[in-house]
């Protein structure tokens, strides 16, 4: 895998599955009675969130804690940001610190690749993670996505997932259909003409205005949020139109195959994309998204963050029988532990 995770480019078909292999370790170690490894003990991220978040933060903080990560909370509103400080001088102050970890939120997109590249000096081992910029990409979501459908559906090959909603402004859709189609789905696109991006150049992907047509055919139905801060005109006639021809409703979620998966990144606008039953649904995973979030950002953070070489802290902390956390780790007994405990151990 790459230095950073900035784009779903950065990883192979092989990264994804052993990111979905670790996942597995991760979602392990979360249910243990102490859920805690010291597998990035003296490793420091900072997040760098320039864009509202509830669940990509909170999953990423609930990740790095679990794994015994320092963190460096940034805030935009509380920061030298409302003196005037650039974007520049503001990462080489964290960088400064001493961190080994950048996950960055911003409304540009490409912010996340221009922090890489400032901070990429040769001497530099610090792992940009982008956590969403604009309407370009969000790589995790993906991953996490890839993760949810595969633990229902096992492999994704000629599985055919379709995107419905806001597909131009969404960096989840982005995201997801490069991913889901570097695992062998079939991805479909599914929105009002003026909510398609304005070319499929560079989307493994097909196109259509018509949900209706694709309900019986498709193994998982993605509904996305209507990006109100993102667009900068009037896009569809109302909501209420929107809603009629794109929302999921239950007549809809009827069509659907018995064992079809409803999907949603969050936030939901229930009774626009979809009704506020069928986000109830026994066949919607929303909440499993949100709980794999956490297991999978934490075989990210590991990979990207956790270093092989003995002399490191890190994995003297993790070898250490006489650490307290390893102890008390030991000590519950469950028999996940010391599979998870192999996993992460970098030794
Ligand atoms: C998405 C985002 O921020 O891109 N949410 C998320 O990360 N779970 C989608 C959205 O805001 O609609």
Redesign the pocket.
């Known amino acids: 895998m790459t230095k950073h995770l900035l784009s779903i480019d950065d990883v192979s078909r092989d990264d994804i599955d052993s990111l979905l292999k670790l996942t597995d370790g991760s979602a392990d170690l979360r249910t243990r009675r102490i859920p805690r490894s010291p597998a990035l003990r003296g490793k420091t991220v900072a997040w760098l969130f320039y864009?509202?978040?509830?669940?990509?933060r909170l999953s990423f903080e609930t990740a790095a804690k679990t794994l015994s990560a320092d963190t460096l909370n940034f805030s935009v509103n509380s920061s030298s940001v409302n003196k005037g400080e650039s974007l520049r001088d503001t990462v080489e102050t964290i960088g400064a610190m001493g961190v080994d970890g950048i996950v960055v939120?911003h409304s540009c997109a490409g912010v996340p690749q221009r922090i890489a590249n400032w901070i990429d000096a040769p001497s530099s081992n610090i792992a940009v993670i982008n956590?969403?910029d604009g309407a370009h990409e969000?790589p995790t979501?993906a991953l996490l996505d890839l993760y949810t459908a595969t633990k229902h559906l096992g492999s994704l090959e000629g599985k055919h997932i379709a995107f419905v909603g806001d597909i131009r402004h969404?960096?989840?859709a982005r995201s997801g259909a490069a991913a889901f189609a570097k695992m062998g789905a079939q991805v479909t696109l599914v929105a009002p003409q003026t909510l398609l991006p304005p070319s499929l150049e560079g989307w493994q992907a097909e196109a259509t205005n018509d949900f209706d047509s694709v309900l019986a055919e498709v193994d998982i139905c993605y509904l996305?949020?209507m990006?109100l801060e993102r667009q900068n005109a009037a896009l569809v006639p109302s909501l209420r139109e929107y809603r009629a021809e794109y929302g999921l409703n239950q007549t809809r979620a009827k069509r659907l195959k018995d064992s079809a998966l409803i999907m949603h990144?969050?936030?939901m606008n229930r009774d626009v994309e979809i009704a506020g039953d069928v986000a109830d649904h026994p066949n919607a995973v929303i909440t499993d998204q949100v709980s794999n979030?956490v297991a999978l950002r934490m075989a990210v953070l590991f990979n990207l963050l956790a270093v092989t070489d003995d002399d490191d802290a890190t994995s003297a902390a993790v070898t250490d029988d006489d650490d307290a956390t390893s102890a008390a780790v030991a000590d519950d007994g469950d028999a996940t532990s010391d599979a998870v405990t192999d996993e992460m151990d970098p030794s």
């Open positions: 864009e509202d978040s509830t669940r990509t939120r956590a969403g969000h979501q969404s960096r989840v996305l949020r990006q990144p969050g936030p979030g």
